[in-house]
């Protein structure tokens, strides 16, 4: 049963992947990549990692994909929007593709695939993975989420680079935002106590782009 | 992993499937008729009153009349995406009834037949899963329509669900840091009965902001007054189902009233106890507990909670108007997340406190 499954389930995500490189409408290639999403959630569950499933449907197919969506509805593209490439181009693309796959199938031919040790069935229910997130990886862990709160607040500072005039007041706004889920002490100073750390942050961010 | 699946267990879940399906479809069914009953309350006229008596027939008279139209599918429109859509609305509609405890485990003889199509450990994400789905059906509709207002339609509709989703994610973290469990099931069971410890036993006595913070959230998930944006038909004509006729109209319509009804029943679970009620202690007793009459009792307190929830809904629907666009995404990222994260950092501050 659960092998059987576990080919349907392969299959889909297979049949599913190739529809999303091969389908020329845009907005079908987003609908075949969400069930290609769906048919790995189906192996997570089949590992018995019913947390992981779930939450690659929420943040992937659920967010992520929505917003792809999102973007490639407004900008309109149609399957006739697809720039014809040249003879040569097509060639030299499948001949690329086809040495990279040739050569990952050598390596794969005979690579000792030691199989994974199993220690217990449970390791990917919530209660377990959120223990171990806690504990053995609390640092790795915090290190990312501050890195995702400072790309947030980076794809903030760049998106209001737009209106110049405004862009001091409008990112100080922002960051006070911030600070005061953070603190609510600093409303009381003003928000124009915050202005320089918007500037800190914004310069930070042009030094490293 | 083991997949031993018996062939009476997969009968019993599949008549438990048939009826919650039929249940939610009758539900809902019927939740157009008080709509309109409410509405004609509201504004002092005696509403549906021509099929059956009080109108009860209504709802058969729609569904025959939608079946009966015409069906169009506009030419300029990507045909399969524009049936997906309807299709993906229901489904994802119905979805999250799998894992509401409708009813106790009811025990016959040596056999428990649980009122539970699935007790996943990861109960509340799937709701937040099959959520997060739900804007596909509304916005593959609006954009296989080739109409520029069915367009505009559901990208407001998909970015309202985006950000009211984010809230009610954080309000539902200080429930589950309470609970300290995802199950549906186990966070019923312990709202037991109503009085506990000293102390109000049901949720929404212990998570007060959390439940307003969901209930605000739910009224923009479900697309309703006052945030029903997605349908201005003073701004957009009607809203991302202008092109559809025919049942398919209906199949859109349909689906808020069972997202309704689902929607309440989760409320109700969450924060209302599920299906427990003050003294049910005594109750079972009485009537002996994992008995079938117990099990209905406790179904019927759901039923009765879940109905209250959507007379609420209406209610608002017909007193409060519809809110502009930037005062909605201001309420929702400017208002709402720091509230839902203040309640969640205070839930956790006093957890912290209690266990010292």
């Known amino acids: ?209 | 992993m083991l997949l031993a699946i018996s062939l009476a267990f997969l009968i019993e879940k599949i008549i438990l499937i048939t009826v919650i399906l039929f249940g939610s479809l009758g539900v809902a069914m019927y939740a157009t008729w008080g709509e309109r009953k409410v509405a004609a309350a509201m504004q002092d006229r005696p509403g549906p009153n021509r099929a059956g008596p009080f109108g009860l027939l209504q709802p058969l008279a729609d569904g025959l009349k939608l079946f009966m139209k015409e069906e169009i599918i506009p030419n300029g429109s990507t045909r399969w995406i524009f049936i997906l859509g309807p299709c993906l609305a229901m489904l994802t509609a119905t979805m999250t009834s799998a894992i509401i405890p409708w009813g106790p485990d009811i025990t016959l003889g040596s056999h428990t037949i649980s009122l539970q199509v699935a007790d996943v450990n990861i109960g509340i994400l799937y709701i937040f899963g099959v959520l997060s789905l739900g804007v596909y059906g509304v916005m593959l509709g609006g954009w296989a329509s080739n109409n520029k207002f069915s367009l505009l339609s559901s990208v407001r509709a998909a970015s309202q669900a985006i950000s009211y989703e984010l809230a009610m994610g954080i309000a539902l973290i200080a429930l589950l840091m309470m609970s300290g469990s995802l199950s549906l099931r186990t966070i019923v069971e312990q709202q037991h009965g109503f009085w506990q410890d000293g102390y109000f036993s049901w949720y929404v006595f212990k998570q007060p902001l959390g439940f307003f913070i969901f209930l605000v959230c739910a009224f923009a998930e479900l697309n309703r007054t006052p945030f029903d944006l997605a349908e201005a038909e003073n701004e957009l004509n009607m809203g991302y189902h202008q092109e559809y006729s025919s049942m398919k109209l209906g199949f859109y319509l349909f689906a808020e009233y069972i997202n309704m009804f689902i929607s309440s029943a989760v409320m109700a679970t969450l924060f209302f106890g599920g299906y427990n009620f003050p003294f049910m202690d005594q109750v079972a007793q009485a009537l002996g507990a994992g008995s079938v009459w117990m099990a209905l009792i406790c179904v019927i307190v759901l039923m009765i909670k879940v109905i209250a929830f959507i007379l609420l809904f209406m209610a608002v629907r017909w007193t409060i108007p519809r809110f502009r666009y930037d005062q909605l995404m201001n309420l929702g990222w400017k208002s709402l997340i720091p509230l839902a994260l203040f309640n969640m950092l205070v839930t956790g501050g006093v957890i912290l406190w209690l266990l010292k």
């Open chain 1, 1 to 209: 049963m659960q092998e059987a499954l576990f080919w349907i389930v392969s299959f889909i995500a297979i049949a599913c992947a190739l529809g999303v490189v091969l389908s020329r409408n845009p907005v079908h290639s987003v609908l075949f990549l969400i069930l290609t999403f769906f048919a790995i959630s189906g192996h997570y569950i089949l590992m018995n990692a019913q947390f992981l499933a779930i939450v690659n449907i929420i943040v992937y197919a659920g967010a992520i994909m929505v917003l792809f969506l999102f973007v490639i509805m407004l900008m309109n593209l149609n399957a006739d929007a697809e720039p014809q490439k040249s003879r040569l181009v097509q060639f030299a693309g499948a001949l690329s593709g086809g040495a990279l796959f040739l050569v990952l199938l050598a390596a794969m031919r005979t690579a000792a695939l030691s199989p994974l040790e199993k220690t217990t069935n449970d390791i990917g229910l919530v209660a377990n993975l959120g223990k171990v997130l806690f504990t053995d990886y609390v640092l790795p862990f915090e290190i990312s989420s501050v890195l995702f709160l400072s790309a947030m607040i980076g794809a903030i500072i760049i998106g209001k680079k737009g209106d110049a005039p405004n862009r001091e007041v409008a990112s100080g706004e922002q960051l006070d935002g911030m600070d005061n889920l953070v603190n609510t002490e600093q409303l009381s100073t003003g928000a124009n106590a915050n202005l320089p750390n918007a500037f800190t942050e914004a310069d930070e961010l042009e030094a490293i782009s």
